[in-house]
């Protein structure tokens, strides 16, 4: 089945500064989400994006389908950014998101 | 709109007892997905449908089983609980062909 990698796995910072996430897979897909997890454990969806670049206030996403690969840039970061960030993909003629080992992302006031 | 509704949230079962999770789609979507997150293995799928039929199982015993009703509702039950069932269970719907919505899952313990 296809694969999905994320890096780094862990990454702690200061509150203000600027951080990106990568997302790699190992085949072809036709759906992409960034999820953030809240402590309460909901999957919150902050980008469904299979190509291309979108942008929601200080998030920011784009996706190179052609080169299996994602990244997810948070702007001046703020301590409720805290939290683990998954990236899931959906390959053709599966019904179902893989996800990748999620990115821990912890903001230091 | 309402998101997806997943009770109940917290649950404590004892070891071979059997559970029963509910879900509740937004409303229009026809697409209902199950997974199980734990620790050591992740986010992992369990099963997928559509339109009352099972599109996808995911690798999990048969001890785990789902369905959908008419309403796009969607139960799944776990039978003979082991240990190693304690987890968060996920559950997603999706409108045809585009992004999930996920509840807020429900946390069972078996003790």
């Known amino acids: 089945g296809i694969q999905v990698e994320q890096s780094p796995p862990d990454l702690i910072l200061q509150e203000g500064a600027n951080s990106t996430l990568r997302c790699n897979f190992s085949?072809?897909?036709?759906?992409l989400q960034w999820f953030h997890q809240n402590p309460w454990g909901q999957l919150i969806n902050l980008f469904y994006?299979?190509?291309g670049t979108k942008q929601n206030g200080r998030l920011s996403a784009t996706t190179v389908a052609t080169e299996r690969y994602s990244l997810l840039y948070i702007s001046s970061s703020q301590t409720t950014d805290s939290g683990v960030y998954f990236c899931?993909?959906?390959?053709?003629?599966?019904?179902?998101?893989?996800f990748g080992t999620g990115t821990r992302l912890t903001i230091i006031p | 709109k309402a998101g997806v509704t997943q009770t109940p949230r917290y649950l404590i079962k004892t070891r071979g007892q059997q559970v029963t999770l509910s879900c509740s789609p937004i409303?229009?979507?026809?697409?209902v997905s199950w997974y199980q997150q734990t620790p050591g293995q992740g986010l992992q799928f369990l099963f997928e449908?559509?339109?009352?039929?099972?599109?996808n199982k995911g690798n999990f015993p048969g001890r785990f089983s789902g369905r959908q009703f008419s309403n796009s509702r969607s139960e799944m039950n776990v039978s003979t609980l082991e240990l190693g069932d304690s987890a968060l269970y996920l559950c997603?719907?999706?409108?045809?062909?585009?992004?999930?919505?996920f509840g807020s899952g429900t946390r069972l313990t078996v003790v």
């Open positions: 899931a993909v959906r390959d053709f003629g599966n019904e179902k998101l893989t």
């Open positions: 994006i299979p190509s």
């Open positions: 449908y559509f339109s009352e039929t099972q599109r």
């Open positions: 997603a719907s999706s409108p045809q062909g585009q992004g999930y919505t």
């Open positions: 085949d072809s897909v036709n759906n």
């Open positions: 409303s229009g979507h026809r697409s």
